[in-house]
């Protein structure tokens, strides 16, 4: 059964740190694995989408990697912005059983201005 | 428009009361989901519809019964809840249901069951 966790749990950092959240998967045989952010009490955004056969997927301040042989995934986050405060999830696609994303513990982030 | 709607934002409703959920989409997609999200937990899968059929139930109570009247609306329908079901509903949609897809998520339904 895939399991997924995120370290840490909670993180605060003052602006302009670049920081890493990551993830980690115990199956990995996946199609993909997608990162989302969530600001409290609202829905989900997708912030990047890593296919099992991408190493790593970027947007603007956002880098994304995936090393699915030791089933571990990082969002690194530059020059970390107090919007860029919220709830950040990663959710994995297994091959083995019925289609849907399996989403971890999430990361609650701080950046203070 | 990359958007995903969900009315109410909030509700409330006793135990005995039937109450809806509806999500919409127009970005054409063939693929809408419903999760349930509990306080400080992750998402779960609770329903997929692909092409309007029903195609995962992931063995959700019979108090929740959800729709899909067209391509672009799904329902979950709700009766007899209990306090336990309290919680974020979101609701989600992607192009086919693919396994390479990205999922659209709403704003999601916080629901207080009485």
């Known amino acids: 059964k895939q399991e997924v966790t995120q370290i840490p749990a909670a993180l605060s950092v003052p602006e302009g740190e670049n920081l890493v959240l990551n993830c980690s998967f115990t199956?990995?045989?996946?199609?993909?694995l997608q990162w989302f952010r969530q600001d409290p009490g609202k829905g989900l955004t997708s912030l990047l989408l890593?296919?099992?056969?991408?190493r790593e997927q970027t947007s603007g301040r956002l880098n994304a990697s995936l090393d699915k042989s030791s089933g571990r995934s990082t969002l690194y986050i530059a020059a970390s912005q107090p919007g860029d405060s919220a709830t950040y999830l990663c959710a994995v696609a297994s091959t083995s059983g019925t289609y849907k994303y399996i989403f971890g513990t999430g990361t609650r982030l701080k950046v203070l201005a | 428009d990359t958007e995903v709607t969900q009315t109410p934002k909030h509700l409330v409703m006793g135990m005995t009361n039937k109450k809806s959920l509806k999500c919409e989409q127009h970005m054409g997609h063939r693929a809408m989901y419903w999760y349930k999200q509990k306080a400080k937990k992750p998402p779960e899968l609770m329903f997929v519809y692909s092409y309007e059929k029903l195609s995962i139930n992931e063995s959700v109570p019979s108090r929740f019964s959800p729709e899909c009247p067209n391509s672009s609306l799904l329902n979950l329908h709700l009766h007899a809840l209990q306090p336990e079901d309290s919680a974020l509903y979101l609701c989600?949609?992607?192009?086919?249901?693919?396994?390479?897809?990205?999922?659209?998520f709403g704003p999601g339904t916080r629901l207080l069951v009485l």
């Open positions: 989600a949609s992607s192009q086919v249901g693919g396994r390479m897809e990205t999922q659209y």
């Open positions: 890593i296919q099992s056969s991408q």
């Open positions: 199956d990995s045989a996946i199609y993909n």
